[in-house]
């Protein structure tokens, strides 16, 4: 079994992110105790060999002045074949073959 620090070091080499912490705090009062600041640092352009190039051109926001593209912090209606800007709040519809 690895140490927690090789634990933390192997999920870093493979997410691309590193935290100022690995634990958040558990309730309002240690996060107000907390010397150092909780952060992350991301590596955006980290190259993942497991996951597969996707195979169509980014979803953009159907808003003029936002043309934001979908992205993980979307909030997605999946019944309703829908997806909510996290910019602007628009909501877009789902192209067909995008799932």
């Given at each position: 079994?690895?140490?927690?620090?090789e634990?933390?070091?192997?999920?870093?080499?493979?997410?691309?992110?590193?935290?100022?912490?690995?634990?958040?705090?558990?309730?309002?009062?240690?996060?107000?105790?907390?010397?150092?600041?909780?952060?992350?640092?991301?590596?955006?352009?980290?190259?993942?060999?497991?996951?597969?190039p996707?195979?169509?051109?980014?979803?953009?926001?159907?808003?003029?002045?936002?043309?934001?593209?979908?992205?993980?912090?979307?909030?997605?209606?999946?019944?309703?074949?829908?997806?909510?800007?996290?910019?602007?709040?628009?909501?877009?519809?789902?192209?067909?073959?995008?799932?």
């Amino acid at each position: 079994m690895a140490t927690f620090p090789e634990y933390i070091a192997q999920n870093e080499e493979r997410d691309g992110v590193r935290f100022s912490w690995n634990v958040w705090p558990s309730s309002r009062l240690e996060a107000t105790r907390m010397v150092v600041p909780v952060a992350a640092l991301f590596t955006l352009l980290k190259e993942r060999p497991d996951l597969p190039p996707i195979q169509y051109e980014p979803v953009l926001c159907s808003r003029a002045t936002c043309r934001a593209v979908l992205n993980p912090l979307c909030q997605v209606d999946y019944r309703a074949k829908l997806w909510a800007c996290n910019f602007c709040y628009q909501r877009n519809q789902v192209q067909a073959g995008v799932s």
